[in-house]
Each structure stands twice: as structure tokens, then as C-alpha cells.
């Protein structure tokens, strides 16, 4: 294990050496300083630039940690300006479980594993090994100065034992699940992303006094202990490693590293040979446009419908777990009222999270419009008008699946925990919600045929569709910082989004024919 560490060691700084290298000379001037293979057969400099690779290394995983707590540190403090240490310790404990399932280093592609094992032929399970104790014991040691940074306390070390041992545990996991499906569970996008929503919301539970008692990580430790044993022993015992790092870690895969993510994205959204049939009577009566989209729906009901039925069910679900916890917990209602009354613009977040809009349109294209594009009679502006309108009332629908349990929800659970003087919150409000869902529904369509993102390979190439997706995220996280009342803010956001609907499909009826085109 020890000569594997020293081999491994080795060969990441030759590798981050022969890359600063490489970028030396790159640069304009520097070429010319350093002509031919001058840099690589110095010995001299190839120490000196050993020794930056490993000094910009360490400062590249201390700057990571630094950006994970300070991110940890920013939510503690937005959400509540009190108990700010057991918020950060609630938060560090939802990641860790977040990041135990999705964050699996086994499974991951990179160079390093290509040049260990593919190249270098070392051994693949005693790679393994030795990478999954090194990280592990690295993330402890540099989990547990930063918690004791934040909080000076010995409590923090339950916590990063916590995450230690279910390092195993969501190993031996995503092992399994890989040999059974062939796919690792971060690409398993419905089960990611409504893992990321539950994270979220659980993220905020503080703000109705809700918090992760340490008795409950205490037991999780202890249970975790022979669990993480057993799951070592089971990660021991599997012996094809090395062809999963070679199915894995191809050269084109460790090249384009979003390969895989692609691939997955595009699988995501193929449909099934039992969904191409389709049921003769639900065609009966239709023709023109809506025919052709009845039958993109009725063959992706299942990819479109699937996501949105989960986040109404998980919706319901919690609506209901935080209506019986009013009814149990005084403190619990005066929050939660508190919160429908001067907090309603954290549902703009949620409501982004929640929307289908970007699979739906991925869907779109995948399944439809990359084929149809080629033809000219599709790019004829009164085809692509007339289609638009025909997907925006299929995309609102589905849209509203959730949109609806959650707007009905809020204003009973406004009632529940104390209600309102202002008895407009409670039409305001249900309206809010509907208006956010039908906001976005417009939104992702309206940015889709603006921008059209993929190419023939079906890879997003648009740095424009990028930029507004994530200036849409910033938007909808940066006003949950406002301060005002569920009155005005739901009404002030209702009339927003009339008003960004009409212009955005004023501007789509007249932009799209020239924008909605293969890049």
C-alpha cells in the first residue's frame, strides 16, 4: 500500500510538472526563452518546477475546502442569524450524507487513474485501496480543522467521523450499483435531482427552529462502524476493478471527462420501444401541429411526467410532515407563520429547482427536433410559431404537477400555523406559486428557441444558454435575501411575470425563426 502511494505520488506531480511546462510555454514570451525541449530535459528547472506543482496542489486543495465551508458558512448565515454554529453543523451533515451517495471517488474518471492503471499497469484494487484511505483520511483531517476553525468545539469530530466511515458505506454502494446497472448513481439524474431538492429543503429547516440533534449523529457513528466494516470487507472482496477502470477511464473518456455525462444526459431522455406505441383514440380528432406534438407527448410521458409526479409526491410528503409537526411543536408554528409571512421569495428558489423545463426541451431535441431541423419546411416560421404554442401548454401542464400541491399546501399550512390578518395572502399567495410555475414553463422554452444549445452531437454548445441558466439560478437565489412582506412581494412577483411573459414571447414570435436552428 505504501509503494502503491509513493507510485501514485509520483506520478501526479510528473504529471502536474510536464503540465506547468507546458503552459510555460505556451505563453508568448516565454517560448521564446525556453525554445524547443529546453524546460523538459533541465534537471534543474524540472525540481524547482517540481516543487511549484506540489506547493499550487496543495494550495488548490486547501482553496476547494476553503470555498466548501465558506459556501456552507454563506447558507448558515442567510437563513438565520441565530445558533449559527449548529446551523453549520446541520448543513455539514446534509452535504455529507449528500455527498457519501453522489460523490464517489471509485467511479470517478480522471487522468490519474488512466496513467496508473491503463498505462502504468499497477494494480487496480490495490489502487483503490490506497486512494480511497489516503482521500478519506485527508478529508478528515482537513474537515475537522476547518469545523473546529468555525465553530471551536470537540462536538465537530462526530461529524467528520460521521463522514468518514460513510465514505465505505457510499462506496460499496455505488459499486453495486454500477455492476448491477452499469451506470454510476450521479448519472442516475431523477434520484440526483430530487436528492439535490430534499437537500435543499432540508438545508433551510432551520428556519423554523428545525436542526439535526448530535445525539442522532452520535447513534449514526456507532451504527456506522460495523456497517463500514462489512462494506470495506465487500469493496475487498470484488475483483474486477480493473476492468471497470478501463470501461471507465478510456483515453477519449479522460479527454472529454463530460463524455460520460453526455452519454447519460442523452439516455436520460431516450424512450423506451414500448412507449413508441401509441394509443389510436388519443390521436382521434387531431391533426396539424397539435397531431405532431400529441405524439412527441404520448411517447415521453414517462420521462416528461416521471419527474414532476416525484416532486409533487415529495412535496406532499413534506407539507404533511411539517403540518403534523406544527400541530406537535408550538415554537414550529410560529416559525413556519413567520416564514409564509416574510420569507415567501425562498419559494422562487425552489420553485427554479422544482421546474422541468431544461429536460423537457432536452427532450425535445433529442427525440425530435435534431432529426427535423434539417428539413427546411421546420424552420419555416409559422411551423416553429405554431409548435411553440402547442409546447408551452404541454410544458406548463406538467409544470403545474407539483406547482399545484405546493399552492394549495401553503395557504393551509398559513391557516395552520396561525393564519393571517391580511386575508389576501391567502389568494396572493396559491397564485404566487402558479405564476413562478408558469414563469419558468416560459422561461426554458423561451431561452430553448432562442439560443438552441446543442449540436448535431446532441453536446450543449451554447455559452449564452449557459450564462442565462446560470444568471436565472443567481437571480432566484440572490432575491431570497429580500426583505419585504408576502403581500407585496407575491403581488409584485405576479405582475413580473406577466410582464416577462409577454415580452419574452413577443420577442420569441419575432427572434425564433432566425435563432431556432442546429449550431
Not at 457510499?170 to 451506470?183: D, V
Not at 478501463?246 to 423506451?272: G, P
Amino acid at each position: 500500500m505504501i509503494n502503491t502511494l509513493k507510485m501514485s505520488f509520483k506520478i501526479d506531480i510528473t504529471y502536474a510538472m510536464n503540465a506547468f511546462i507546458y503552459n510555460i510555454k505556451k505563453l508568448p514570451i516565454l517560448k521564446d526563452l525556453f525554445p524547443g525541449n529546453s524546460l523538459y530535459k533541465s534537471t534543474k528547472v524540472k525540481k524547482v518546477i517540481r516543487v511549484l506543482a506540489l506547493i499550487l496542489s496543495s494550495i488548490k486543495l486547501i482553496a476547494y475546502k476553503f470555498a466548501y465551508f465558506f459556501f456552507i458558512f454563506m447558507i448558515a448565515t442567510t437563513i438565520t442569524s441565530t445558533n449559527i454554529s449548529t446551523n453549520i453543523l446541520h448543513i455539514y451533515f446534509i452535504f455529507t450524507l449528500f455527498g457519501i451517495i453522489f460523490n464517489n471517488k471509485i467511479l470517478g474518471i480522471s487522468t490519474k487513474k488512466y496513467f496508473s492503471i491503463i498505462l502504468f499497469n499497477m494494480d487496480a484494487k490495490q489502487y483503490m485501496k490506497t486512494t480511497l484511505w489516503t482521500e478519506s483520511i485527508i478529508n478528515l483531517i482537513t474537515h475537522s480543522i476547518a469545523l473546529l476553525i468555525l465553530i471551536k468545539s470537540p462536538i465537530i469530530f462526530i461529524y467528520t467521523i460521521f463522514g468518514f466511515l460513510g465514505r465505505f458505506i457510499g462506496e460499496r454502494l455505488n459499486i453495486g450499483h454500477y455492476n448491477k446497472y452499469k451506470i454510476a448513481i450521479i448519472y442516475n439524474y431523477p434520484l440526483y435531482w430530487t436528492s439535490v431538492i430534499i437537500l435543499l429543503l432540508t438545508c433551510l429547516l432551520p428556519i423554523i427552529n428545525i436542526t439535526i440533534p448530535n445525539s442522532i449523529i452520535i447513534g449514526l457513528d456507532i451504527i456506522f462502524i460495523p456497517i463500514a466494516g462489512y462494506c470495506y470487507q465487500g469493496l475487498m472482496k470484488i475483483n474486477n476493478y480493473k476492468l471497470i477502470y478501463k470501461r471507465l477511464n478510456t483515453k477519449t473518456a479522460v479527454l472529454n471527462n463530460n463524455q460520460a455525462r453526455e452519454y447519460s444526459r442523452q439516455a436520460m431522455v431516450a424512450i423506451k420501444d414500448k412507449d413508441k406505441k401509441i394509443d389510436e383514440k388519443k390521436l382521434k380528432g387531431k391533426k396539424g401541429y397539435d397531431l405532431f406534438n400529441t405524439i412527441f407527448f404520448e411517447r415521453h410521458k414517462e420521462i416528461l411526467l416521471r419527474s414532476a409526479k416525484w416532486f409533487a409526491t415529495i412535496s406532499f410528503l413534506i407539507v404533511v410532515g411539517v403540518g403534523i409537526g406544527i400541530q406537535i411543536n408550538p415554537e414550529i408554528r410560529t416559525n413556519l407563520n413567520h416564514f409564509l409571512l416574510n420569507n415567501i421569495s425562498w419559494f422562487v428558489l425552489i420553485m427554479y429547482f422544482i421546474n422541468r423545463g431544461a429536460i423537457i426541451t432536452q427532450a425535445m431535441f433529442y427525440n425530435c427536433d435534431h432529426a427535423m431541423l434539417t428539413f427546411n419546411f421546420y424552420r419555416n416560421p409559422k411551423v416553429i410559431l405554431n409548435i411553440f404554442k402547442t409546447r408551452l401548454l404541454t410544458v406548463s401542464k406538467i409544470n403545474l404537477i407539483p406547482a399545484l400541491v405546493i399552492a394549495i399546501a401553503l395557504p393551509i399550512l398559513l391557516y395552520l400555523s396561525g393564519g393571517s390578518n391580511n386575508y389576501i395572502n391567502y389568494i396572493s399567495i396559491p397564485i404566487f406559486i402558479l405564476s413562478l410555475s408558469m414563469f419558468f414553463s416560459i422561461h426554458y422554452l423561451v431561452i430553448y428557441y432562442l439560443f438552441q444549445p446543442y449540436d448535431r452531437n446532441m453536446s450543449m454548445k451554447s455559452f449564452s444558454y449557459s450564462l442565462i441558466s446560470l444568471g436565472t439560478y443567481f437571480v432566484a437565489y440572490s432575491v431570497t435575501d429580500l426583505k419585504i412582506s408576502t403581500t407585496t412581494f407575491s403581488i409584485l412577483a405576479i405582475a413580473l411575470t406577466i410582464l416577462y411573459s409577454i415580452l419574452a414571447l413577443a420577442i420569441v414570435y419575432k427572434k425564433a425563426p432566425k435563432t431556432f436552428k442546429i449550431k
